[in-house]
């Protein structure tokens, strides 16, 4: 990983862990790792594993694609490939469903984009 990546990636690791009150410590505690190994994440000198990424998303409650590029994922435009809205029709049996009742649909990922 480049070093301005590296860099900018520690900013918002230390940012996050700063706006939500953790210390290092408690970060490497809930990773498994050590305080060291994420102050050197925070200054640019080691970036986490992809395994540590998903952790520390987690652990911070945001997108890994923003603690990694700086913006949330709907932003990056990827937002335009993904499923929209999920049409969901009954199995009509005999009997079970009436002619009148129309088939009903739901949004899925829409409401959360």
């Not at 050197?40 to 998903?54: D, F, K, V």
């Not at 937002?79 to 049996?93: C, D, G, W």
Request: glycine content about 8%.
């Amino acid at each position: 990983m480049k070093s301005e990546r590296m860099q900018g990636l520690g900013a918002r690791i230390k940012s996050a862990r700063m706006a939500l009150g953790m210390s290092q410590d408690y970060v490497a505690n809930s990773l498994g790792g050590t305080r060291q190994a994420v102050s050197a994440w925070e200054r640019g000198i080691a970036s986490p594993s992809a395994t540590q990424l998903a952790e520390l998303s987690e652990l911070f409650c945001v997108c890994a694609h923003e603690l990694l590029f700086g913006d949330s994922f709907a932003k990056s435009g990827i937002r335009a490939l993904m499923v929209r809205k999920i049409e969901v029709k009954p199995i009509r049996k005999s009997g079970t469903v009436s002619d009148g009742q129309r088939p009903w649909s739901t949004s899925f990922l829409a409401d959360f984009l």
